[in-house]
């Protein structure tokens, strides 16, 4: 999840947006081609379903905000449409890294602002701002793999880890009566919802999202070698004054590149055979 401190200040253009139902995922999950070990145990101290549903408040929000200002794409938009045909490529792909995503509810939406960023929330809440594609002219393999790493961070629930390492103050806590108030799920959108769009992840947390993104575009169809050329347009476009908002959360740096580059091989095999069907 990427800031978007600056989506109330841009300028708008005419958008709305729609619902992208599920596609179909896979029967029987294989054993994955990049290795990011077990995800972090934390996320066990944060109801996932609770959680899910204040992303889903906290986007409707979002997405209220952007339609009152004429921002939100509407449904014949192109760039929205683009979005929407990767979308429905890269969905099948995600049950096999967790199980619970065959029922989410996922979205499309895409937000007429500059700023350089794109987002997954929980539950499979999906956002871009058209500055990331007009700004770094995103080819479609490209795109996937923004989206691969954005849903990547979703599937592997990084959010409730994060939330739960930073309000978590000892062992035994009760995260109905403590973490969450009431526990009830007013409560936790108003204390946990405005923290999901500005969530920065570890280090760990980035690393798993690039390896599990890139797989999650190769069996979608895209070509892996896309994700470095990705990354180094993110680094030319943080060489300027300030940089993106998207390298605040997601910092580049040739490390990155480098850790893309050898695991491109792994998940090639998967982009062929996609591409063939």
């Given at each position: ?35 990011v070990g077990d995800p ?65 509810r996922w979205e499309v ?169």
């Open positions: 999840m990427c800031r978007l401190c600056e989506l109330k200040t841009s300028s708008w253009m005419p958008r709305r947006g729609f619902l992208l139902a599920a596609g179909a995922a896979a029967a029987t999950p294989v054993l994955a081609q990049v290795n972090s145990r934390l996320r066990g101290l944060v109801p996932a379903k609770e959680l899910e549903q204040a992303a889903v408040q906290q986007y409707g929000q979002l997405l209220e905000q952007a339609r009152a200002k004429r921002a939100l794409a509407p449904e014949g938009h192109p760039q929205l449409q683009r979005l929407r045909s990767i979308a429905t490529r890269l969905i099948p792909q995600t049950a096999r890294w967790n199980d619970r995503a065959s029922q989410w939406n895409l937000i007429g602002n500059a700023s350089i960023n794109a987002f997954c929330m929980p539950g499979g809440k999906i956002a871009f701002f058209t500055g990331i594609l007009e700004k770094l002219k995103l080819t479609d393999d490209e795109s996937a793999m923004v989206m691969g790493h954005e849903m990547a961070h979703a599937l592997r629930e990084h959010a409730r880890a994060r939330i739960a390492k930073s309000q978590a103050t000892g062992a035994g806590l009760s995260i109905a009566a403590q973490l969450f108030g009431l526990g009830q799920l007013g409560d936790l959108a108003a204390n946990v919802g405005t923290q999901l769009l500005t969530l920065k992840f570890s280090r760990d947390d980035e690393i798993e999202a690039d390896l599990v993104g890139l797989e999650l575009a190769a069996r979608g169809g895209y070509n892996p070698d896309a994700s470095v050329t990705l990354w180094k347009k993110m680094a030319e476009a943080g060489g300027g004054s300030g940089g993106p908002g998207f390298l605040s959360t997601h910092p580049t740096g040739p490390d990155r590149i480098q850790r893309l580059e050898q695991n491109v091989p792994r998940v090639r095999g998967l982009y062929q055979a996609a591409a063939k069907r």
